[in-house]
């Protein structure tokens, strides 16, 4: 008979959830954020509230390597399917403890790439009855910088000048770069410290220096992200964020190099250090340089597996801080977690963010329209023109913010096409949209940005003929976006943005666009007249253009 032990980690100081007779009838909330990570499975437990904000309770930690196998094999073991079941069932009673009301659970890269993922959630619904969400790359990165957000008043100081955020995963990195408050450019590179490791770990036997070979394939993955986006680019800080974090800054106090003092802090929260200099962070890099697995592992009280992952994680920082001569880091000391309670917290309007997130995803749009050559003074009025229909029509195709932002980024990115092809644009803006990670979005919304710009010039598909599977909803939500978009390209398909002061208005059945206008706009009203068949069919009222001679 074979018997599973789970070990579960308690992080931090527990702190008892103590009902407040005071204020029981405070509209308080408890809620779970449960990280199912490449290297461990964690939840926090949250008391959300208009007053107070976030205030978390507990942070419960188990350490399980999903992504070994994940990145090894290409799937995960029954075995460890098995022991993540288990946990995350002890995970249900621990909240049931606190009486959480609502939760969140996301996956990340171990289970997103494994082949057997789809059976995997499967199990986990039908024994702990959680759901658990799969996370795409762009999402996990978005949840982290909400959570960095909430400490906003050191992030909106610290990204008034250039900045790097640098998240470490077990699976991937991803670097972000900030200057003058907006997000420049986001990418992410497969260099995760278990990624690393285990598609090396058969070489470490061929070799000398091993740490050498893990610095020579890291500098191979950053080499092209330095020369596209770091080389002419002033950065002064990074903000590390990311797996195994925690560990190096506890090595780092129990060895006094970040410590203030000359004696070992007594509690997890002595740990949340605020800032380090370069010299201070390569002064902790030798030190772990000069140790082996087994030291790291018997200073930190860890087993020799996780102990292997800190210096792969310690490199990359290190690295990060030769690549951009930064001169500080700070630890923000945040998880994955504290990302989802952010999101849920500000969903539910419980907290009013200071950082307007939304412009970064539209900035990082506007970043890669650049990038492709786009005519931005032609998208800046096309824009113009798709925003003021789908706000004129609210009520006809019952929308929310949400979509407006994804037709704004189709319209950002609807000829990028054209720097590969003038002949295919829609194909090739397709591709292109679909192989460009996008800050914040989903894939099934970058795909519908994609399919947006895809079909901005050609005949709209049947739902059927549709290439992805997308549901009757999610169909009918983008041949409305799609409407509009063909609509406001047609007004300014001789790019001379003749259109200006727009009024709009709905009569008799017809969506009446008036533009004030001297200009000649028999090129724009004939294929304008094209393309409002399509918008008669998805709304039910024809969209007539006329033209007011401004004086």
Not at 175 to 198: D, M, P, W
Not at 502 to 531: A, R, S, V
Request: charged share 25%; hydrophobic share 40%; proline share 1%.
């Amino acid at each position: 008979m074979q018997i599973i032990v789970i070990y579960i980690q308690w992080n931090f100081i527990h702190t008892p959830y103590i009902k407040d007779k005071g204020v029981t009838n405070m509209p308080i909330t408890n809620f779970a954020a449960i990280d199912v990570g490449s290297n461990d499975l964690s939840m926090k437990i949250f008391e959300v509230s208009k007053k107070n904000g976030i205030k978390e309770l507990e942070f419960i930690r188990h350490t399980i390597e999903l992504g070994s196998e994940t990145y090894t094999n290409g799937k995960i073991s029954h075995i460890l399917v098995n022991e993540m079941c288990q946990v995350l069932m002890a995970f249900t009673m621990k909240m049931k403890e606190y009486q959480v009301v609502d939760y969140t659970a996301c996956a990340t890269s171990a289970i997103r790439e494994s082949l057997n993922s789809l059976l995997i959630l499967d199990q986990i619904e039908l024994s702990s009855g959680l759901k658990v969400k799969i996370l795409s790359n762009s999402e996990q990165r978005f949840l982290c910088y909400k959570a960095i957000a909430l400490k906003e008043n050191d992030f909106n100081k610290i990204i008034k000048k250039g900045t790097a955020i640098v998240d470490v995963g077990a699976g991937s990195i991803q670097i972000s770069l900030f200057n003058k408050e907006a997000l420049v450019t986001t990418q992410n590179i497969k260099l995760g410290s278990l990624r690393i490791r285990e598609i090396l770990a058969d070489m470490e036997n061929q070799t000398t220096n091993f740490n050498n070979l893990i610095s020579e394939y890291m500098d191979n993955g950053l080499k092209t992200f330095h020369e596209l986006f770091i080389k002419d680019t002033k950065i002064r800080n990074i903000i590390a964020v990311g797996d195994g974090l925690n560990d190096i800054l506890k090595y780092a106090t129990l060895k006094y190099i970040f410590a203030k003092e000359e004696k070992p802090l007594d509690s997890a929260e002595d740990l949340t250090l605020n800032y380090v200099d370069r010299a201070k962070f390569s002064k902790l890099y030798q030190v772990l340089l000069s140790e082996s697995v087994g030291e790291i592992s018997t200073t930190l009280g860890i087993s020799k597996e996780q102990a292997a992952l800190i210096l792969p994680t310690a490199m990359i920082y290190n690295k990060m801080f030769e690549k951009t001569n930064a001169e500080f880091m700070w630890f923000p000391g945040i998880t994955l977690c504290d990302g989802l309670v952010a999101e849920y917290a500000e969903k539910k309007e419980k907290i009013i963010p200071s950082h307007q997130f939304t412009n970064d995803i539209i900035v990082a749009a506007k970043n890669i329209a650049s990038r492709y050559h786009c005519n931005l003074t032609h998208a800046n009025n096309v824009e113009y023109s798709a925003l003021n229909v789908f706000d004129s029509i609210r009520k006809l195709h019952g929308l929310g913010k949400r979509e407006r932002l994804l037709l704004q980024i189709a319209v950002i990115l609807h000829n990028c096409g054209e720097y590969i092809n003038m002949n295919a644009v829609g194909e090739n803006s397709y591709n292109i949209i679909m192989s460009t990670e996008i800050i914040g979005l989903s894939h099934t919304e970058r795909e519908v940005v994609a399919n947006l710009v895809r079909y901005n010039t050609s005949n709209f598909p049947k739902y059927l003929e549709f290439s992805r599977g997308f549901d009757k909803d999610t169909y009918i939500m983008i041949c409305k976006l799609a409407s509009i978009l063909q609509i406001s390209d047609a007004m300014d398909k001789s790019h001379r943005q003749k259109f200006s002061n727009l009024k709009i208005t709905i009569k008799d059945k017809e969506l009446i666009i008036t533009t004030e206008t001297l200009e000649d706009i028999t090129l724009e009203k004939g294929l304008f007249e094209k393309k409002a068949d399509f918008f008669e069919e998805v709304y039910g009222i024809r969209p007539i253009l006329k033209q007011k001679r401004s004086i």
